[in-house]
Nanobody
Framework: HVQLVESGGGSAQEGDSLRLSCVAS????????MTWFRQRPGRDREGIAT????????FYDDSVKGRFAISRGGAQNTMYLQMNNLRPADTAMYYC?????????????????????WGQGTQVTVS
């Protein structure tokens, strides 16, 4: 099993920056992709950024491309989401998730069905 704990959420003004962290523990050697999801009010949970274990493959949803940056660190057990130029539309609960199936991670890293483990979420509110 893998346990995930997010932190770094909070309230921000439009144009501000926040940095989210996700710390993984447990059987982290099984991780094949790590993804940040968010769920905005009244909308489905959506994958917005994903990174491969080595950090060499990164994908962004168009809604955050150019403003958000995903990275890994801390012996690869920590994932970050640097969020710049925040907008009210970025208000959401943010979740980190990991997949352990190499094929599904390669083919569909941002799909909810690819994810095996989820964190509890951290709220980001932008006004």
């Amino acid at each position: 099993h893998v346990q995930l704990v997010e932190s770094g959420g909070g309230s921000a003004q439009e144009g501000d920056s926040l940095r989210l962290s996700c710390v993984a523990s447990g059987y982290t050697a099984s991780i094949r992709c790590m993804t940040w999801f968010r769920q905005r009010p009244g909308r489905d949970r959506e994958g917005i950024a994903t990174i491969s274990p080595g950090g060499d493959k990164i994908f962004y949803d168009d809604s955050v491309k150019g403003r958000f940056a995903i990275s890994r660190g801390g012996a690869q057990n920590t994932m970050y989401l640097q969020m710049n130029n925040l907008r009210p539309a970025d208000t959401a609960m943010y979740y980190c998730a990991v997949g352990i199936d190499a094929y599904r991670c390669a083919e569909a890293p941002r799909f909810r069905s690819t994810q095996k483990y989820w964190g509890q979420g951290t709220q980001v509110t932008v006004s």
